[in-house]
C-alpha cells in the first residue's frame, strides 16, 4: 500500500553532527506536516507545508531546525548541530488537503538517538 | 488558543467490559475533533472525526466518539473491549479557520485477558 513513508526508520549520531529525516508522503496529498514526539509524550508541531505556499515554519524550536519539500512531495527535515535533547521521534504525517476536516495520515517515523 | 485535555494518562479495563478514554477541548469557534490511536514503534492511525452532525460518531474498529458541546468534551468509548485495543490514544482538535491540530498528551490504554 502507498502510505506516508519515513527514512531511516532509527538514526542514531554523535551530538554535534548534522541529521537528514525524509519523508515520502501519500501520493496526491498536497499538505505536509512534521511533528516531535519525546519519549511517553504527546505531539508537538514543527512545520507545514501546503501546496506551493510558503510554509508555516512557527513550530520549528530553533534555527538548528529546517526542513524543505519539492513540490507536493518529498519534505526534508534537517537538524543541524544535533543536540542530546533533539532525541525523539519524528513523524511525518500528509493529508489530502489542508482543509480542516482532512485526517493525517502518519508514517511510522525516524527514532533519533543523540550520543 | 486551542487546547486539548487527556484526563488520565492510563486506564485499565478488562476484556469484553465497556471502555472510555475522556477527551475534552478549548477552540475558538466550531472544533473538528479527531481520535487517533498509536501502537508500539508505529505512527498514529485515524480512528474517527467529528466535524458536524450527529453528536456520536462512528470509526474503524468498533470505536465510537460522543461530541457534547455544553461539556466541550469528545469521549472515546467502545461496548466491549479487546485485549489488541492496547495502545496509545490521541484526541486531537482543530480549529475550522487553521490548519494546525493540537493533540493531547495521549492516553495508554490496558486491556487486561
Known amino acids: 500500500g502507498a502510505g506516508v513513508s519515513q527514512s531511516p526508520s532509527n538514526k542514531v549520531t554523535e551530538k554535534g553532527k548534522d541529521v537528514e529525516l525524509r519523508c515520502d508522503p501519500i501520493?496526491?496529498?498536497?499538505?505536509l506536516y512534521w511533528y516531535r514526539q519525546r519519549l511517553g509524550q504527546g505531539l508537538e508541531f514543527l512545520i507545514y507545508?501546503?501546496?506551493?505556499?510558503?510554509?508555516?515554519k512557527s513550530g520549528l524550536p530553533s534555527d538548528r531546525f529546517s526542513a524543505e519539500r519539492t513540490g507536493e512531495s518529498v519534505s526534508t527535515l534537517t537538524i543541524q548541530r544535533t543536540q542530546q535533547e533533539d532525541s525523539a521521534v519524528y513523524l511525518c504525517?500528509?493529508?489530502?488537503?489542508?482543509?480542516?476536516?482532512?485526517?493525517?495520515?502518519f508514517g511510522d517515523g525516524t527514532r533519533l538517538s543523540i550520543l | 488558543a486551542q487546547s486539548v485535555a487527556q484526563p488520565e494518562d492510563q486506564v485499565n479495563v478488562a476484556e469484553g467490559n465497556p471502555l472510555t478514554v475522556k477527551c475534552t477541548y478549548s477552540?475558538?469557534?466550531?472544533?473538528?475533533l479527531f481520535w487517533y490511536v498509536q501502537y508500539p514503534n508505529r505512527g498514529l492511525q485515524f480512528l474517527l472525526k467529528?466535524?458536524?452532525?450527529?453528536?456520536l460518531v462512528k470509526g474503524s474498529y468498533g470505536f465510537e466518539a460522543e461530541f457534547n458541546k455544553s461539556q466541550t468534551s469528545f469521549h472515546l468509548k467502545k461496548p466491549s473491549a479487546l485485549v489488541s485495543d492496547s495502545a496509545l490514544y490521541f484526541c486531537?482538535?482543530?480549529?475550522?479557520?487553521?490548519?494546525?491540530?493540537?493533540f493531547g498528551a495521549g492516553t495508554r490504554l490496558f486491556v487486561k485477558a
Open positions: 501520493s496526491g496529498h498536497t499538505a
Open positions: 486531537a482538535v482543530r480549529d475550522y479557520r487553521g490548519f494546525k491540530t493540537i
Open positions: 477552540v475558538s469557534g466550531n472544533p473538528y
Open positions: 507545508f501546503q501546496g506551493n505556499s510558503a510554509p508555516d
Open positions: 467529528y466535524i458536524t452532525g450527529d453528536n
Open positions: 504525517a500528509s493529508s489530502l488537503t489542508g482543509q480542516t476536516n482532512q485526517p493525517q495520515h
